[in-house]
């Protein structure tokens, strides 16, 4: 399990703790995010986040 950073504005995706209220459960990597996953505070694309 990794960590993802978002380059923009620094909030981090656990791919441990995944985002339930989301609809992303625990244990979902990054890769599996739809292609279309934004940041949930800065709005930056996948694109923009780099692995810890």
């Not at 950073?5 to 979902?28: K, Q, R, S």
């Not at 709005?43 to 780099?50: I, P, Q, T, Y």
């Amino acid at each position: 399990m990794a960590i993802w950073v978002c380059t923009v504005c620094g909030w981090e995706y656990n791919e441990e703790e995944g985002l339930p209220d989301d609809g992303f459960e625990a244990g979902t990597k990054f890769e599996d995010l739809p292609g279309d996953f934004v940041c949930p505070v800065c709005g930056a694309d996948k694109s923009d986040f780099e692995k810890q």
